[in-house]
């Protein structure tokens, strides 16, 4: 099975600050990473597909990168609404889904 | 208008098999290449991919709980039932269920990216005697 990893676990940032997550997979994955924000007590919502797609609706401050066993989540200017814990998904093999451990973002 | 609803009883016994129905509107799970995720989330705990089946009735499981689940779906009845057996406290969690969409990049690599679109609100089960 293919694993993945984020990083940080945690952060702490401020409105306005530029963050950036990171995810890993145990093989390269080429660009089949997709990435998830859940709000507490929510549902998780798609950001991200294909590494690098916005989603429609998802606001461009949200950005995508990487291929192959890394990859990026970078939110430009940290919004209140961002506030979230983040996931990670890999879809390069459609027989076994897998999402990373999530990293969450809180208040500085 | 896309929605998923999960449904399902609340409170489980440990070793009762868990029977959850995903309810889906605003799509057809005939729809090619569309399909139905199960994922969990135990309280405080990350996301957890369960199972999936697709329009063509290809099913995938969880290599660690594959001996526990059986995922099905009614067309007609725009449902998918996941169940799960044996359950155990271990096995209390939000359960959701998400459909996945496609994209294909035709102009690079040729291929379909799968993500999961829209999730249901999701349904808790706590497990107990």
């Known amino acids: 099975d293919i694993q993945m990893t984020q990083s940080p676990s945690s952060l702490s940032a401020s409105v306005g600050d530029r963050v950036t997550i990171t995810c890993r997979a145990s093989?390269?994955?080429?660009?089949?990473l997709n990435w998830y924000q859940q709000k507490p007590g929510k549902a998780p919502k798609l950001l991200i597909y294909?590494?690098?797609s916005l989603q429609s609706g998802v606001p461009s401050r949200f950005s995508g990168s990487g291929s192959g066993t890394d990859f990026t989540l970078t939110i430009s200017s940290l919004q209140p609404e961002d506030f979230a814990t983040y996931y990670c998904?890999?879809?390069?093999?459609?027989?076994?889904?897998?999402f990373g451990p999530g990293t969450k973002v809180d208040i500085k | 208008q896309v929605t998923l609803k999960e449904s399902g009883p609340v409170l489980v016994k440990p070793t009762e098999t868990l029977t959850l129905t995903c309810t889906v509107s605003?799509?057809?799970?005939?729809?090619?290449?569309?399909?139905v995720s199960w994922i969990r989330q135990p309280p405080g705990k990350a996301l957890e991919w369960l199972a999936h089946?697709?329009?063509?009735?290809?099913?995938s499981y969880s290599t660690s709980l594959k001996s526990r689940l059986t995922i099905s779906k009614d067309t007609s009845k725009s449902q998918v039932v996941l169940t799960m057996t044996n359950m155990d406290p271990v096995d209390t969690a939000t359960y959701y269920c998400?459909?996945?969409?496609?994209?294909?990049?035709?102009?690079?690599?040729?291929?379909?990216?799968?993500?999961?679109?829209?999730w249901g609100k999701g349904t808790t089960v706590t497990v107990s005697s």
């Open positions: 998400a459909r996945i969409s496609w994209y294909y990049d035709s102009s690079g690599t040729l291929s379909y990216y799968y993500y999961m679109d829209v």
């Open positions: 605003g799509f057809s799970l005939s729809n090619a290449r569309m399909g």
């Open positions: 089946i697709f329009s063509n009735d290809e099913k």
């Open positions: 093989q390269s994955i080429s660009s089949y």
């Open positions: 294909a590494a690098s």
């Open positions: 998904q890999q879809s390069y093999s459609t027989l076994l889904f897998t």
